[in-house]
Structure formats: structure tokens, C-alpha cells
């Protein structure tokens, strides 16, 4: 029986038709940078090397904020504060094998980050670094997730006046 082929790096098969989608939870580190403003961490997937926020499955006796929290912890070793609403929802095309992927819908949830260590339990699996939101936003590939991050504000003006944001 011959071999199957692995598909090349970043290639994505679509998604079967009709399958509805799975839930993933995922983490929206941020910090302030008193000299570079807001920003924003990404990791890479350790598949493709993709630029993606921590992301995994729900677990079970934990809210889905906390697994969010808890998936910042395993893929960057980050902890922090994490806000028990969602900023928004994003898709993609989870890939399960060579020519096999599902939907699935992430709900995303701001984490800021008070502490990064160096040691965690994915630890040299992906490479880890902080960007402005727009450099995060042009550096990921799903459009929705572009949009959560560009949209991003922990601390929304209370008078309805837009705040400067020079952190590109």
C-alpha cells in the first residue's frame, strides 16, 4: 500500500462540507508598554508556523475563560488576569490529518499579562513574541481574528471620544 503524502507545510484542506462546527477557546494576551503602547503576544502553531493566538479545546470543569487562561499558560507560559466575557469569535479549518479538517469556531478572551516565564509546558515548541496590534493583525492569517485584534481595546474611552493609538 503506498504511502500517504503530507501535505506541505501551511497547506489547508477545506473543511467536509455540512460538519458543524467544533468550540475552541483562545487567549488574547495582552500588555501596556509604557514606551511601544499596547501589545499584543502571538505564538506559532507548532504545525505550520503559522503566527495564531493560544488556542485549544474547552476542558472540563473549567469556564471557558479559564481554559483560554490556562492554554496562555501551556503555549507561552504566560499568566495573567483574564476577562470572563468574549471579544468575538473567529473560524478556521482545523486540520486532523492529511486531507481531513473541521470547522471550528474559537471564542476569544482578553488575557493581560502580568507574568511571562521561561519555563512552561510547551516550552521551545513555538516561537513567542509581542507586536503591536496592527503588526499582530497583518501577521495572522483568519480575517475574523484580524478584525477581534485590530478592534481590540482594554481600556475603551467613557466619553465616546477615540483615544490616539500609535503602537503599528
Keep these: 500500500m503506498p ?5 506541505k507545510s501551511g497547506t489547508l484542506s477545506a473543511p467536509a462540507p455540512g460538519l458543524p462546527p467544533r468550540l475552541q477557546v ?9 514606551r511601544k503602547g499596547l501589545r499584543v503576544l502571538l505564538i506559532t502553531s507548532r504545525d505550520t508556523g503559522r503566527w495564531v493566538i493560544p488556542k ?12 483560554a487562561a490556562r492554554e496562555a499558560w501551556e ?10 466575557r468574549s471579544v468575538g469569535l473567529y473560524t478556521y479549518p482545523k486540520q486532523l490529518g492529511p486531507r481531513r479538517a473541521v470547522p ?3 471564542r476569544v478572551f482578553p488575557l ?17 513574541r509581542w507586536f503591536g496590534r496592527d503588526a499582530a493583525a497583518r501577521r495572522v492569517a483568519e480575517p475574523e481574528l484580524k478584525a477581534i485584534i485590530r478592534g481590540f481595546d482594554p481600556f475603551p474611552p467613557a466619553d465616546g471620544v477615540a483615544a490616539a493609538d500609535g503602537d503599528a
Excluded: H, I
Design 3 to 7: 504511502k500517504a503524502r503530507k501535505p
Design 26 to 34: 483562545a487567549a488574547l494576551c495582552w500588555r501596556r508598554s509604557r
Design 56 to 67: 485549544g479545546w474547552p476542558m472540563k470543569n473549567r469556564s471557558d475563560a479559564d481554559a
Design 75 to 84: 503555549e507561552a507560559g504566560l499568566r495573567g488576569t483574564v476577562a470572563e
Design 104 to 106: 471550528v469556531a474559537v
Design 112 to 128: 493581560e499579562v502580568r507574568e511571562m516565564v521561561r519555563q512552561y509546558p510547551e516550552t521551545g515548541q513555538r516561537r513567542v
